[in-house]
């Protein structure tokens, strides 16, 4: 229900605890507010709980960005009902998204079911505040099993609710950054990039590549145009790199970007 374009560019999920501090909500405001200004066009997904999954939609509607909320039940219900205005102003720009019929209630094990959602939409799933157990830490657990890249907001080690994110920095599960500038630089999201991509390049004559990048070659030969994500698990690399990579090879001419984040090979 809404209004949203899923096949964006640039999709990112935002998770942490219910119980929010002033630290969390205030870095959901500051970071998407940077966000915006360096890619207005990132879809914003959580999951309209209390804490961070709130605070990230509220502060997503404030910079004008889409957002979405992956509900834990049908869509003729809001749970929690206090966050329904904002699921309501959402509509305009994002909505709701859920795999579970009308008349399904927001039973517990329904919120782990709907973290996979979450987690596989998203370029890269960031992790702002959680405890050392908790539903945002399966969300990570389960953006790294995808593929997908997962970042982490550091906290005090005396804070309970950043002991989940060190633990994730610690385990190297998720990186550390500290800025909207830190994140888009390590996805390669840069202006730069998107401008050079936009103009076109010419194509080298006989481009000079890495094994990596002659590994992402052969792939794309012997199976023909390829989703980034179905590349990622060929080629099992995160997905900053992969992008990177990609952007490398268009640049040399060996590939080409086509809708919907397919690569079409020109060698």
């Not at 914003?44 to 939609?57: E, K, P, Q, T």
């Not at 329904?110 to 996979?116: A, H, W």
């Not at 959680?130 to 550091?154: M, N, Q, W």
């Not at 060190?166 to 390590?186: C, G, P, T, W």
Request: glycine share 8%; aromatic share 6%; hydrophobic share 45%.
């Amino acid at each position: 229900k809404g209004n949203v374009d899923f096949n964006r560019l640039h999709v990112i999920a935002m998770v942490g605890t219910r119980n929010a501090t002033e630290y969390g909500k205030q870095f959901c405001a500051d970071f998407l507010r940077e966000l915006a200004a360096l890619c207005p066009d990132v879809l914003v997904a959580s999951g309209l709980a209390y804490g961070i999954d709130i605070h990230s939609h509220r502060a997503a509607l404030a910079n004008h960005l889409s957002t979405v909320a992956v509900l834990a039940h049908g869509l003729d219900r809001i749970y929690p009902y206090v966050h329904r205005n904002t699921a309501v102003d959402m509509l305009a720009n994002g909505g709701l998204l859920t795999e579970f019929l009308t008349e399904t209630n927001p039973d517990r094990h329904n919120f782990v079911s709907r973290n996979r959602i979450v987690a596989g939409m998203s370029d890269a799933t960031i992790v702002v505040e959680s405890a050392e157990k908790g539903g945002s830490l399966i969300t990570a657990d389960l953006a790294v099993g995808y593929h997908r890249d997962c970042f982490a907001v550091p906290g005090r080690i005396t804070d309970v609710n950043s002991r989940g994110c060190n633990m994730l920095i610690r385990e190297n599960k998720a990186a550390l950054f500290q800025s909207a500038e830190d994140f888009v630089a390590a996805m390669g999201w840069n202006s730069a990039a998107v401008s050079a991509k936009q103009k076109g390049i010419q194509r080298e004559l006989f481009p000079e590549l890495s094994e990596t990048e002659e590994m992402i070659v052969r792939i794309l030969s012997s199976r023909g145009d390829l989703h980034v994500n179905a590349l990622v698990v060929e080629a099992n690399l995160p997905v900053n790199q992969m992008t990177a990579l990609l952007f490398e090879l268009e640049m040399k001419g060996v590939v080409k970007a086509m809708v919907g984040g397919m690569y079409h090979l020109l060698i």
